[in-house]
């Protein structure tokens, strides 16, 4: 069955440095989404993508973050200059479509990576 | 998108169906309901969803009552590997994002 797959799975890193975080869609799919979880805190939602496009984000998405797909299969975030209430676990999503039929609206989440910031 | 009410946790004996219910008095007619479950920190995983008539997969069965103001979740036969956080989710179909409250804590017990 076809899954979302991140990497790294963890991820440490000093305060102020920028850090990528990758992802690879389930290959037939369209729509892109990361949110993250604070550690004992509810599942967030981060941003979402498109066509090469942001279709929407949300407060937590400021400057400091920034997504793309560089080629045909990776979908990243970027995080220019890490603080320490970044660290968190962060998902990644991916659905076929967003409208139409429900199902193809579904999304399905990668395994995360924990991304440490000290 | 829709506001919903699940109970913090409960418990359910290995073997035994687990019923996890959930209130949605708000819906609205184009929203959806949707289950994923999360087992500790793992990614969120997908359950089932429905929009107004009973649905059934291999993983689990959806009730949603006439009014669609509640539903509930079925694990006919639940296990250990069962135990997570369980998420009920309304949400608008075209609408991308989605909004995760506290869920349901089950623990399933030998």
């Known amino acids: 069955e076809p899954e979302v797959t991140q990497t790294p799975s963890h991820q440490v890193t000093q305060m102020g440095q920028e850090v990528i975080l990758r992802c690879v869609p389930i290959?037939?799919?369209?729509?892109f989404y990361w949110y993250r979880q604070i550690l004992g805190q509810k599942v967030e939602f981060l941003v979402s993508?498109?066509?090469?496009?942001?279709?929407?984000k949300s407060e937590i998405f400021d400057d400091q973050f920034s997504v793309e797909r560089p080629d045909g299969s990776n979908f990243t975030l970027k995080i220019r200059s890490t603080k320490l209430e970044d660290s968190a676990m962060y998902f990644c999503?991916?659905?076929?479509?967003?409208?139409?039929?429900?199902?193809?609206?579904?999304?399905?989440f990668g395994p995360g990576t924990r991304l440490l910031v000290l | 998108d829709a506001k919903t009410t699940q109970p913090t946790s409960m418990d359910c004996a290995e073997g035994r169906a687990a019923n996890l219910p959930c209130n949605h008095s708000?819906?609205?007619?184009?929203?959806?309901v949707y289950w994923y479950r999360q087992i500790h920190s793992q990614g969120p995983q997908y359950i089932i969803h429905?929009?107004?008539n009973n649905e059934t997969n291999e993983m689990a069965s959806l009730i949603i009552t006439e009014d669609r103001k509640s539903s509930t979740l079925i694990l006919p036969h639940a296990t250990l590997r069962d135990t997570a956080v369980y998420y009920c989710?309304?949400?608008?179909?075209?609408?991308?994002?989605?909004?995760f409250g506290q869920g349901t804590e089950l623990s399933v017990k030998p």
């Open positions: 999503a991916s659905s076929e479509a967003s409208g139409g039929a429900a199902r193809r609206e579904t999304q399905y």
């Open positions: 290959s037939n799919h369209l729509y």
């Open positions: 993508f498109y066509n090469n496009e942001i279709s929407e």
């Open positions: 708000t819906i609205s007619g184009n929203e959806y």
């Open positions: 429905g929009l107004k």
């Open positions: 989710i309304v949400r608008v179909a075209r609408r991308g994002k989605l909004i």
